[in-house]
């Protein structure tokens, strides 16, 4: 008999923003798009939920009931995503899962559960693992999909049917658990059919004049009179190569021979996929049990031998190789679509091509670590400390340009430090200031240049800026935060210094 198992994620968007963004947690929050130009309430967390916001709500509705709601933004293309990966990782409980669009999984169950020790203790591991994952989950489990459909949502029951007994769980469920059509629900409802047991056993030719075929297909599918077509996902092939050695490896040369074979081996299967490794091991299994292992990176998908190996040559001499090894596996467990090689990176003069600067940067991580090598765009912000981004990527474009039309310093602090000054009339700049017990004298001064805060971000004080030149020629970025006033007096920082 088969078995499958349905797993509905009550909030699958709105719990992926809580994993991503945990200070949501305190608010209550709903993702909206705009549709028929209306913002629309698309999906609603717990805390929204049991304040009455529903999904298809008009957001302007919705904050008129709830006027601190959070709204964000609703990602069309997330849902697909996230259940894809969702339903590839749980394919350590079957080999069949299928994506349940909007926001469900299916599994076919069928000769798996006994690995866990039974049905009971196979659902119950799936639910505490997506608990703890983070995700709000219910589970149905029958011998047909419509029936695990069904009890994964409106059941409140025990979620596992017995064989055969498909038509006495769905009996007090309402009609929505067949998946009917909005108009063939709105006909049951004025009839009075509230449950499926109200017209189950209704003779098939009066279903079919009153409600249409496709209510015979669901009732039948749910019962298992009729097949319901299952598409389980297809995870994608490893990026992996084996070369086991006749004779045990020793020398370094012996390595390198090895491992530029492996390479040469996975850049082809690369090529072929139009994809590029960003992560890379060589994992070298010595005879006598011991595993040896290098790992590289890259800036961006590369597909390229030989400078895959450049990367790893520099840390061949940190394989061990004792007795000699017999097994070398290459393993590429991060990779991504190839970009465009003639595409221009980050518009220098349009000379600088995307492989040839990824490879370089490639080359210096190698030698001085990732975390010397950092790129930047620019932000929309006013702030200037929230001004720019650190790209984690080379493909990623800026949203906005960089301000040209005013002279900024080289050096910017991450956070502003303040400072002592003494300014001889208010809203002048200062004669002098002191900075970390040393004084400056100022000679020359340029400003102000007035920036606010945002005013949908807060309601802070506005700075304004100045260019400040001290005797000894050193050149200073300084503001003042608010105005002099008759309550408290203004403070001043250091932002920046000018080369």
């Not at 991503?20 to 717990?46: D, H, N, W, Y």
């Not at 221009?344 to 940067?361: P, R, S, Y």
Request: charged fraction near 25%; hydrophobic fraction near 40%.
């Amino acid at each position: 008999m088969k078995r499958y198992v349905a797993i509905w994620f009550r909030h699958l968007l709105t719990d992926r923003a809580l994993l991503r963004q945990p200070e949501l947690s305190a608010v209550p929050f709903v993702l909206s798009a705009k549709q028929r130009g209306r913002m629309i309430v698309m999906a609603v967390s717990t805390r929204a939920e049991k304040a009455g916001i529903e999904t298809g709500m008009v957001v302007a509705d919705a904050r008129a009931v709830l006027p601190e709601l959070e709204v964000l933004d609703f990602e069309p293309d997330v849902p697909e995503k996230l259940l894809t990966a969702l339903a590839e990782w749980m394919i350590r409980y079957s080999p069949q899962v299928a994506v349940d669009l909007p926001d469900g999984l299916l599994i076919d169950a069928t000769g798996c559960a006994h690995l866990w020790g039974g049905e009971t203790a196979y659902l119950k591991d799936i639910v505490s693992r997506l608990k703890t994952s983070g995700y709000d989950v219910r589970v149905g489990m029958a011998d047909t999909i419509g029936t695990a459909w069904a009890v994964s949502r409106y059941s409140r029951a025990f979620p596992i049917i017995d064989l055969d007994a498909q038509q006495s769980a769905l009996a007090g469920l309402p009609p929505h658990a067949l998946r009917l059509d909005d108009q063939t629900l709105e006909k049951m409802a004025k009839l009075g059919l509230s449950q499926i047991k109200s017209f189950i056993h209704m003779p098939p030719s009066t279903l079919r004049r009153r409600f249409g075929q496709h209510t015979l297909h669901q009732i039948g599918k749910a019962l298992g009179q009729f097949h319901e077509t299952f598409t389980p996902v297809q995870p994608p092939e490893p990026y992996q190569e084996r070369l086991p050695c006749v004779e045990p490896i020793r020398t370094a040369t012996g390595i390198e021979i090895a491992l530029k074979t492996l390479l040469e081996t996975i850049c082809k299967r690369l090529v072929e996929g139009g994809k590029g490794i960003r992560q890379a091991s060589l994992k070298c299994f010595r005879v006598d049990g011991n595993i040896q292992e290098i790992s590289i990176g890259t800036n961006a998908g590369s597909c390229s031998a030989s400078h895959l190996f450049k990367l790893f040559e520099q840390r061949i001499a940190q394989i061990e190789p004792d007795l000699g090894i017999e097994l070398f596996l290459l393993d590429a467990p991060v990779v991504e679509d190839l970009a465009n090689p003639q595409e221009a990176l980050w518009d220098v003069n349009g000379g600088n091509k995307m492989v040839t600067i990824a490879e370089l940067l490639d080359r210096l991580a190698s030698r001085s670590g990732t975390d010397t090598i950092h790129r930047y765009l620019p932000a929309e912000h006013h702030w200037p400390e929230r001004a720019l981004v650190e790209a984690p990527t080379l493909r990623d474009r800026p949203e906005t340009s960089w301000r040209k039309e005013k002279l900024r310093p080289v050096d910017l602090l991450p956070r502003p430090e303040r400072i002592q000054v003494s300014a001889p009339v208010p809203d002048y700049p200062p004669m002098l200031f002191r900075y970390q017990g040393v004084v400056h004298k100022i000679k020359w001064a340029d400003g102000p240049d007035r920036i606010e805060q945002e005013w949908w971000l807060s309601d802070g004080l506005h700075r304004d800026y100045y260019s400040v030149e001290d005797d000894n020629g050193n050149r200073y970025w300084i503001f003042r935060l608010g105005h002099y006033g008759k309550e408290r007096a203004p403070e001043w920082f250091i932002h920046g210094f000018y080369a």
